[in-house]
């Protein structure tokens, strides 16, 4: 079974126990109550973060959630949500907590130390491109924390490996989105007009796609590009803006601030043909979000998102940064309307399954199998 069908058959699967009455009658039973840990960067004008959202439909089906941590500062983060674990110990009965690579799994770790004391069950959700390179360098402290956990849940195999089978069984719940917000519109003749959305961060390789509209400017003058996102700071911008005037592309080139989260289904409608020239990633929001918009998508072939793209399936994957491949890859969309439209309209359904509604059933059916049976 290709791997990226894996999320669809956990979900489906469980929504068909629910309806065949095989789970329990839940309106007659207590819910657990929840302790969500993760990065709530809203609070300091960051994208929300998926917990965020959870949090917030969970409450909204009646759950008792706490969340932790608004704090930005990075010490201060930390603190919080260990105040926040030890604090309201007697007010959840299971954790949901984050796991990022890097320094921020010192969060992770400490926390999950934590309610291992409390003895408090802890589900751990794995997020980042980079964590399971990160899993292998830092394999003894990622196995302590694993080991721990009452449930680990992976977005795709590509992160679950990072469990590396010295814990539960992994679940694969899929980064949600809400598909309802992002029109839907078959290219079934896509004009060279081209979006890019991520942000400007060298990991993300911003020129790359610059590189691509320079390699097919000639042939196509009319061929437009607008790169969306946050300048993270690290020159990759100014070197994507210097590049298209470098390539004479200036004028085909729009460079574009981020826009809020609620117009970018607007701004990707706009365009007919997503890039992600991204060279480190999991399950990018965005990809997901030009995907339900019916967007054609040509994305290197890297970490998750093979498990999300099939190739020639709901898109076109190329090597890293291989500029040429990628124009091959635009090229191939434009000159074969069929295939376009065939990815278009795959692309859509695959991201119906990962609709928030889908998603947060899963998440009901996990919080219920991990929480103490004396809840009950």
């Known amino acids: 079974m290709p791997a990226a ?66 704090r930005q500062p990075r010490i201060q983060r930390l603190a919080n949500m260990l105040a926040t674990v030890w604090r309201r110990r ?14 921020a799994f010192v969060w992770a770790e400490t926390v999950c130390h934590l309610l291992k004391a409390l003895k408090k069950p802890y589900v751990l959700v794995l997020h980042g491109g980079g ?39 992994v679940e694969f719940i899929p980064n949600p989105i809400d598909v309802d917000q992002c029109p839907f519109r078959l290219r079934d003749s896509p004009s060279p007009a081209l979006v890019w959305l991520r942000s400007f961060h060298r990991i993300y390789n911003p020129s790359l796609a610059v590189r691509v509209v320079g390699l097919l400017a000639k042939e196509l003058p009319e061929i437009a590009l607008t790169m969306i996102g946050f300048d993270k700071g690290d020159g990759s911008l100014d070197e994507a803006r210097e590049l298209a005037a470098t390539l004479g592309v200036e004028r085909n080139v729009r460079f574009q601030t981020a ?28 990809v997901q979000e030009a995907m339900a918009c019916g967007l054609c998508v040509v994305s290197t072939s890297v970490g998750g ?38 990815l278009s309209m795959a692309a859509r359904r695959r991201v119906e399954t990962m609709d928030w509604p889908v998603v947060v059933d899963a998440w009901e059916d996990l919080l219920y199998s991990v929480s103490p049976a004396d809840r009950f």
Not at 5 to 17: E, G, H, Y
Not at 145 to 168: D, E, I, K
Not at 311 to 340: F, H, T
């Open 5 to 70: 069908s894996i999320p669809d058959m956990v979900i489906d699967m469980r929504r068909l126990a629910r309806r065949s009455g095989e789970s329990p009658a839940r309106e007659n039973m207590g819910r657990p109550r929840v302790l969500i840990v993760g990065n709530l960067a809203s609070a300091w004008g960051g994208t929300p973060a998926v917990c965020e959202g959870l949090a917030s439909r969970l409450e909204s089906r009646g759950w008792v959630v706490t969340a932790t941590s608004t």
């Open 90 to 103: 007697r007010e959840y009965d299971v954790a949901m907590v984050d796991v990022f690579s890097g320094p």
């Open 131 to 169: 964590l399971p390179s990160f899993a292998i360098r830092s394999r003894r402290r990622v196995e302590r924390v694993v080991r721990g956990a009452a449930a680990v849940v992976a977005q795709s195999q590509y992160l679950a490996g990072v469990a590396g089978g010295s814990g539960p069984i």
């Open 259 to 286: 826009v809020p989260k609620r117009d970018v289904p607007t701004w990707l409608n706009r365009a007919d043909l997503f890039l992600n020239t991204t060279n480190v990633d999991n399950t990018p929001v965005s």
């Open 305 to 342: 998102v093979p498990y999300l793209v099939g190739d020639a399936v709901e898109g076109l994957l190329v090597g890293p940064d291989d500029a040429q491949a990628m124009a091959d890859a635009v090229r191939r969309l434009l000159n074969d309307p069929a295939l376009a439209a065939r």
